[in-house]
């Protein structure tokens, strides 16, 4: 029972690379979401997607594109790192229109921009 | 807009020792109300939820929270600590069939032996 999958674990990266993160899930859930995860600042959300074909912007979306390439999948790009997006990111997911909003998390990824 | 307030940020509590974990809220209507743990490296697992009915919830672990309307809070409590409950906790509110849950910046309990 594999849930909720992301990778990669850990990764470094210079300013101005860029890089995908993947995430995938089993559970054939409909809603798959994006966050990143900051000292005292709880999770934020980034980008999420409520169903295979839409995408919708979170609370912090700039810099960060998605694609939600099928049910199972929801990548999450950095087009051109900053030092500002040294965080862990987290990808969920839960059934759409189900109750209630009960969301299941994956590992995160540890993201350094150096 | 909803908001989730955890005023403390770390919390210190001696093994076998009672745990409150606190945490408020605003929501405009009913909300549906988590606590979800994260221990160290890893992701955020669902400790208990409130969505209507009886105020007090129990969870995985030992663990219960109330609900409390009058107060916009839902503490979170467990009896007796071990050790292995050192973690960060999250409480997140969230509508019924929104997508969208809102977190609290976290508490982070240490466990003294």
């Known amino acids: 029972n594999a849930g909720v999958t992301q990778t990669p674990k850990f990764q470094v990266l210079k300013t101005g690379q860029s890089m995908t993160l993947q995430c995938a899930q089993d559970m054939n859930h409909n809603s798959m979401y994006w966050y990143r995860q900051d000292p005292g600042m709880g999770l934020r959300l980034i980008y999420y997607?409520?169903?295979?074909?839409?995408?919708d912007k979170g609370e912090v979306p700039n810099g960060y594109n998605v694609s939600r390439l099928n049910k199972r999948e929801f990548s999450l790009r950095l087009e051109s790192a900053a030092p500002s997006q040294t965080s862990v990111y987290f990808c969920?997911?839960?059934?759409?229109?189900?109750?209630?909003?009960?969301?299941?998390f994956g590992a995160g990824t540890r993201l350094s921009v150096l | 807009a909803q908001s989730v307030t955890q005023p403390d940020i770390h919390i210190t509590v001696s093994e076998g020792a009672s745990l409150e974990l606190r945490c408020n809220y605003s929501?405009?209507?009913?909300?549906?109300l988590f606590w979800y743990v994260q221990s160290p490296g890893q992701g955020l697992q669902l400790l208990l939820k409130?969505?209507?009915?009886?105020?007090l919830v129990q969870g995985i672990k030992g663990f219960e929270a109330e609900f409390k309307r009058s107060q916009s809070s839902f503490n979170l409590r467990k009896p007796s600590v071990h050790w292995s409950d050192a973690a960060e906790y999250f409480c997140?509110?969230?509508?019924?069939?929104?997508?969208?849950?809102?977190f609290g910046a976290g508490t982070i309990l240490r466990v003294k032996s």
């Open positions: 997140a509110v969230a509508p019924e069939y929104g997508n969208k849950l809102v």
């Open positions: 997607s409520a169903s295979e074909g839409t995408t």
């Open positions: 969920a997911s839960k059934l759409a229109g189900v109750a209630k909003n009960i969301q299941y």
């Open positions: 409130y969505f209507s009915g009886d105020t």
């Open positions: 929501y405009g209507a009913t909300p549906y």
